[in-house]
Structures are given as C-alpha cells and as structure tokens.
C-alpha cells in the first residue's frame, strides 16, 4: 500500500490521560503541564489532556482544573478531556476545553465493571454531554472499548461494535475512536470490524486506538491504513501499560506509530526527535523505562 502524495494521518496523543491514569505514581501537575507542551511543541495537534472524573475513581486525574488551565494554548493544537458526564462537561467548558470525549463500552461486562453502569445506561449519562457540548460548539469524540475483544466475556461480535458506533454517529459524536483495549485482535479481525462499522459510520470519522498487549498494535494499524483509516491514538512511550494482565503492554507508543507512518510516506506534521525527547522526560520522572521500540533503538544507537 503506497499513500497519495502528502496523504496524512492525524495521530491523537492520549499519553497524558489514557497513558498517565494507569501509572500508580502521582505525577506533579507541573511535570503534566510539560510533557502536554513538549507533545505540542514536537507537533502533535490532538492531545488529550486529562479526564474531569471524579478523584474518587482516577486519584491521577484529580488536578483536571490546573492541567487545562495552565497548558498554554497553541494555534491548530486542540486540548481535549474526557468528561463522563454533565458535571464534568461543565468544569471542562469553564477549564477552557477545545474537545471532549465519551466513553462506553461493547461489552456489557465490561462496561459495569468498569464504569460501573450498562451500555444503555453510558448512553442516558452521556446523551446531556453530547446535547450541551453542540450548544456549546465543542466537537464530541466517543471511545467504544473491547471492540476486538473483552477481560471477562471473550470475542466481541463486530456486528454489536457496529451498533453501538452508528448511534454514537446519530447522536452527534463526531469522532468514534474504536479501543482494542486488551490488545487482542489481529489485522484480518481488525478489517471485518472496520467492514462492519463503516457500514454505519463513515471512514473519515473513525479511528483506532490499538493496544500492544499481545504485540499486533502496528500490525492492525497498517491493517486499518489499508482500510482507510487515517486516524490513530497512540500513547507517548506506550504509558500505561496494561491493567488486566500487570506487566504486559497497554497503548501503541506514539514514536513507534509515527515511525511507521513516516516510514511508508505519510505526512504527520510531528518530529519524531522532539517526540523521542518528551517521552525520555516523563519516563525519567516516572523513573520507567520507555516501552517505544523506536525510543529504545534511537536511544542506544
Ligand atoms: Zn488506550
């Protein structure tokens, strides 16, 4: 698969939420702030900054406030929150947000065991966010998780991901980011799920957000690529790592995507050195190691 000349592929950094929510260290607002600006500065346009959840649930999100309100704005860099529900919505609007995000789930297990409702039930929670944010002009993006599979209940059929994606579409969600959450799928299983959803969703407005838990996350990026997907989440120096199997590895890290994009020709506006750089600086304050391929080859070469 050769891309069209100067063909481009928006990676959507979420590092600073997805990745740091599942680090046990309290990371120090200040260091948040600059690893946000350092993922800016090295050209990445979609960052997720936080998540306005109660630090009740994510004790690492609770300085949602400070993070939103002290990143500095940069022209073309959108800063967006995942926001649960309208009291969070709310905050996030009063923080400055420029997007937000929902959050279900394809798997009914799943979903109760991780927020604690039923798929039915995230969509009456989010259905006000989704109302009160094209009041507000701010674009929706929603995350559907275990979409190749699921913790407690195994394979997922794409016909069930493909439901719950056309009725995020009809309700507004602009963006439908589709979560191999535990990393299970493959590239073939990935393209009769794509197959399925983009039956009800247009291409354009999907992404994949691959876990690289069992080591197939780029392997169902180029999958997703040569299906027309030109969007992908990806977590600077893969943080987070995994929290149903500790140890094994959670979100693609973004130098490795950005590596294989630029590889086979794809514009992503992002300097891959200023990236390796940021993910060097929040792993030594974690005191980690990267889990970025590319990092780890970079570094040592
Ligand atoms: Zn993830």
């Not at 039923?118 to 259905?127: C, V």
């Not at 959803?197 to 992404?207: D, Q, R, Y």
Request: proline letters at 6%; glycine letters at 10%; aromatic letters at 6%.
């Amino acid at each position: 698969m050769s891309p069209m000349p100067s063909e481009s592929v928006r990676v959507v950094e979420v590092g600073p939420r997805d990745g740091l929510q599942n680090e046990t260290r309290i990371v120090p607002t200040s260091t948040k702030i600059e690893l946000i600006e350092r993922l800016a500065d090295a050209g990445l346009q979609s960052i997720e900054a936080t998540a306005f959840v109660s630090p009740k649930w994510i004790p690492q999100m609770a300085d949602h406030n400070e993070v939103m309100r002290g990143v500095r704005p940069l022209p073309g860099v959108v800063y967006s929150a995942l926001t649960p529900n309208l009291q969070g919505f709310e905050a996030a609007l009063r923080a400055g947000v420029n997007e937000v995000a929902v959050f279900t789930a394809a798997s009914e297990t799943f979903a109760q065991k991780n927020i604690n409702c039923s798929i039915e039930q995230s969509f009456e929670r989010f259905r006000p966010v989704i109302d009160a944010a094209f009041t507000a002009k701010i674009p929706v993006r929603a995350y559907i998780s275990c979409v190749l599979g699921c913790p407690y209940e195994g394979a997922v059929a794409p016909g069930k991901v493909a439901e719950i994606a056309r009725r995020l579409f009809a309700s507004g969600c602009r963006e439908i980011s589709l979560g191999d959450t535990i990393g299970v799928g493959t590239p073939n299983q990935t393209k009769v799920l794509l197959r399925a959803v983009s039956e009800h969703v247009p291409l354009s407005c999907l992404a994949g957000h691959f876990h690289d838990t069992y080591g197939q996350a780029l392997a169902n990026i180029y999958g997703s690529l040569e299906m027309g997907i030109r969007v992908f989440d990806a977590s600077v120096s893969g943080l987070g790592g995994c929290p149903y199997a500790p140890g094994a590895l959670g979100n693609v890290a973004t130098e490795d995507l950005v590596y294989l994009l630029h590889g086979d020709g794809f514009d992503t506006g992002i300097d891959l050195q200023n990236l390796i750089a940021a993910g060097a600086f929040i792993c030594e304050h974690l005191g980690i190691q990267t889990h970025s391929r590319v990092a780890k080859a970079v570094q040592h070469a």
